[in-house]
């Protein structure tokens, strides 16, 4: 029983992991600089 937890633990861990580099990278990989969206919401303008 002590293993089966420490085994979703550590299961745990990696997911918390590889979800926070898909994060980091994604945010890093954002190009800098003003955003400038037009839908049929309008138009609508964001620094980044």
């Known amino acids: 029983m ?3 937890t420490l085994y979703l633990i550590i299961g745990a861990l990696v997911v918390v992991v590889i979800g926070l ?3 980091v990278y994604r945010e890093q990989a954002r190009p800098k600089g ?3 969206k ?3 919401k ?3 303008i964001q620094q980044n």
Do not use: F, R
């Open 34 to 36: 003003v955003e400038l």
């Open 21 to 23: 580099g898909i994060y």
């Open 38 to 40: 037009i839908d049929d």
């Open 42 to 44: 309008g138009i609508s």
């Open 2 to 4: 002590k293993q089966n």
